[in-house]
């Protein structure tokens, strides 16, 4: 008789225990979803710590850093303005009170009467009115700190555009402010004359001349 191949009957009744079953699905199944899902919800935040730790010590050391840039001061610009730039260069209170309104125009200069603020901030001033009928219609305001340190003069003149006492006024105080400078002041004179029917500025020798036609006047003020 051919040979047959042993059962599991022929095992058992030999006493040799029957061959198990496989598990069901086979052999090399994966793994549950529920497991994968497990895994990753465990990996991730230990991922993203990490990257946040990295990111948080390239911030650190960019910040600690030392800066770039000049380790030293820049020099200070020589036109920087000073504290002598803040008074008009050259002009005595003498010269522009004494000499050009009291004894050339025969004006009459007094303090205030009662302490007041300056326009240029000076802790004093002298105000000037022109002779007679002419007080209401010409004057001249001088601001300055002492006799050497002048800061602001300002003429007015009420007349309507038009009227020559106003070209006048003008033009002598744009020279009476530049009297210490002999090659300027007439430039600062025909200037004034010139541009007095119209609102104008300019700088000369280091002073600022600004023409208003409302209200009509003329100041001198150091061109900063």
Wanted: aromatic share 4%; charged share 20%.
């Amino acid at each position: 008789m051919p040979h047959q191949p042993p059962t599991n009957a022929d095992a058992q009744s030999a006493g040799t225990p029957p061959t198990a079953a496989p598990p069901p699905g086979g052999p090399g199944r994966s793994p549950a979803p529920g497991k994968a899902l497990l895994v990753l919800a465990v990996v991730a935040p230990l991922v993203l710590c990490g990257l946040v730790g990295v990111l948080s010590g390239g911030i650190v050391a960019t910040s600690t850093t030392d800066p770039v840039g000049p380790s030293a001061l820049p020099s200070t610009d020589a036109d920087f303005p000073s504290v002598d730039r803040r008074y008009l260069p050259g002009v005595k209170v003498a010269t522009v009170v004494e000499d050009w309104l009291k004894k050339t125009n025969s004006y009459t200069c007094t303090p205030p009467e009662r302490p007041s603020r300056t326009l240029s901030e000076a802790p004093q001033r002298q105000g000037c009115t022109a002779p007679g009928n002419l007080r209401w219609k010409l004057s001249v305001d001088v601001e300055f700190d002492d006799e050497t340190h002048v800061r602001h003069v300002r003429g007015d003149c009420v007349f309507k555009p038009g009227a020559k006492v106003c070209a006048s006024l003008f033009a002598t105080m744009a020279d009476a402010v530049l009297s210490g400078n002999p090659e300027l002041r007439k430039q600062a004179y025909e200037w004034a004359e010139k541009n007095a029917e119209a609102d104008n500025v300019t700088t000369i020798g280091g002073v600022r001349f600004t023409i208003k036609l409302e209200p009509r006047s003329i100041t001198a003020e150091p061109a900063l």
